[in-house]
């Protein structure tokens, strides 16, 4: 089993690639992809006996963390549907970062559904292959390779240059 | 709209500050220690458990076969009752006396084995 230190390393390796990740997915939100950044970590680090070590360690903390997301865009829309007198208290990150130049990206990114923006981020700026998102996602290669063809049409549609 | 490549330069050029890293980390390792804390504090109550476990299936074994042995090794129960007591109730005791001892052995090794089963239960609690 992996060590303490070990899995610190590793994090320390992958920690910029799966801030980046989830920037995507998140659709540049800070405040949310760091908080599923760490709760990811930590639900790695709690799940650290059940990693096998033959599976790349950068596509298991991208699976938790592709679900420790559909979880927060879940608890996210069950907020939603609260009272606008309740919503009013909620206070700071909500916004987007405007100040990033890939701003534009992130608008169209967030018009995706999040299974497709998923399929995009992983292959296209992530640069895992399609059997590996797969693994991720859990979807089937079929599934991926759609998501993928559409998701580039919707952005080529969307980013207006 | 944009064509093809306009695309994949703009996915391939993403790179956005994703801020300190050792604010993730310190953070990350103040968490990994409470995690730390209560796995510890698991891992002596399995430990624990399991000890116990071991002692009640040992006992209720080695009790079992001792009260079983002896049961068969004592004298009639008709004997008994003449030679002792007059009693109703104690030679119905002891008339039943290899019923009551049998069922004390079966009582035993049940326990071992519901001791057993609790701990297999946390176990299979933790690990989910």
Known sequence: ?161 | MINDNQLDNMLRDYNPETGNGRDIIADLERRMDAVDMVKEYQERQMAQLRMRAKIAFAAGMVMGCVLMIIAYLLPSPIEIITVTTGSPVLNGLIENIHYILGSMCIMLMMYGGYEITQAREYMNQKNS
């Open chain 1, 1 to 161: 089993m992996m060590t303490r230190e070990q899995f610190i390393g590793h994090v320390k390796r992958e920690q910029g690639a799966l801030m980046r990740f989830l920037l995507a997915l998140c659709c540049g939100n800070r405040d949310d992809a760091g908080d599923i950044a760490q709760e990811t970590l930590i639900k790695a680090y709690i799940a650290l006996d059940r990693y096998d070590e033959r599976e790349h360690f950068a596509a298991w903390i991208r699976r938790i963390a592709y679900n420790t997301f559909i979880n927060h865009r879940k608890k996210r829309q069950r907020e939603a549907t609260q009272p606008i007198e309740q919503a009013r208290h909620i206070t700071g990150g909500q916004e987007a970062d405007s100040t990033f130049v890939g701003e534009e990206l992130h608008r169209a990114l967030a018009a995706l559904p999040h299974s497709e923006r998923t399929a995009i981020v992983l292959h296209y700026i992530e640069g895992f292959k399609i059997n590996e998102i797969t693994q991720i996602t859990g979807c089937s290669e079929a599934a991926v390779k759609k998501q993928l063809q559409r998701g580039r049409e919707e952005l080529k549609r969307r980013i207006k240059r």
